[in-house]
């Protein structure tokens, strides 16, 4: 059974930082893309970043680019998100899913994901 953990999660002040972090167990962590999502209240579920099985290929959405970074271990079966400049709008509980579809690019859509973390709430107050 696979598992994902996050941590790290918390409450800071705008432009602060924050790293996010998930580990994964029960499965083949080197073959899966790892991405992670965030939703807010009342909002659906949305894209922040994902990377590759490789770390070749990262993505980002457009309104955390220059701010937060993605990267994994695959040695110790993590993914990790550092968050700088946080924004009052980046409150949401964020969660880490991974995909064990091979991809020539990997995917945004959160109903493609197979794996999913319990989620932990980052709040950014102004």
């Known amino acids: 059974q696979v598992q994902l953990v996050e941590s790290g999660g918390g409450l800071v002040q705008a432009g602060g930082s924050l790293r996010l972090s998930c580990s994964v167990s029960g499965g083949t962590f080197s073959t899966y893309a790892m991405a992670w999502f965030r939703q807010a209240p009342g909002k659906e579920r949305e894209f922040v970043s994902v990377?590759?099985?490789?770390?070749?290929?990262?993505l980002y959405a457009d309104s955390v680019k220059g701010r937060f970074t993605i990267s994994r271990d695959n040695a110790k079966g993590t993914v990790s998100l550092q968050m700088n400049s946080l924004k009052p709008e980046d409150t949401a509980v964020y969660y880490c899913a991974a995909d064990r579809t091979v991809r020539n690019w990997p995917t945004q859509t959160p109903g493609l994901y197979d794996y999913w973390g319990q989620g932990t709430q980052v709040s950014v107050s102004s």
């Open positions: 990377i590759s099985r490789n770390t070749y290929r990262i």
